[in-house]
Nanobody
Framework: VQLQASGGGLVQAGGSMNLSCAAS????????MSWYRQALWKERESVAG???????NVADSLKGRFTISRDIAKNTLYLQMKNLKPEDTAVYYC????????????????WGQGTQVTVSS
């Protein structure tokens, strides 16, 4: 599985940016998909996620500014970000969880390569 994140770049504080994550296979097959971010010198943190059933959640600190969505037909996950702040500067990663059933049931995670978002003050 390949996850290709795109849409990052440089934006001024208060601006908006939309990220996309294109999957190499049907995203409906995933248990869930998520966005994470990692700022320099900080740990990776969860931004937002959406389940196979379409239930979406956003980190409490980002609610009202960030929205996660998906287009099943396009096999693409999105993250809409508005009113961006310098502290939103980070590499944003998309992630997918897949349940794999063999002789056991396992959850396998996949990561995209990340896209840099830089918010200038």
């Amino acid at each position: 599985v390949q996850l290709q994140a795109s849409g990052g770049g440089l934006v001024q504080a208060g601006g908006s940016m939309n990220l996309s994550c294109a999957a190499s296979r049907r995203i409906f097959s995933f248990k869930s998909m998520s966005w994470y971010r990692q700022a320099l010198w900080k740990e990776r943190e969860s931004v937002a996620g959406i389940t196979n059933g379409g239930a979406a959640n956003v980190a409490d600190s980002l609610k009202g500014r960030f929205t996660i969505s998906r287009d099943i037909a396009k096999n693409t996950l999105y993250l809409q970000m508005k009113n961006l702040k310098p502290e939103d500067t980070a590499v944003y990663y998309c992630h997918a969880d897949e349940v794999v059933v063999t002789t056991t049931i396992q959850t396998v995670g996949y990561w995209g390569q990340g896209t840099q978002v830089t918010v200038s003050s």
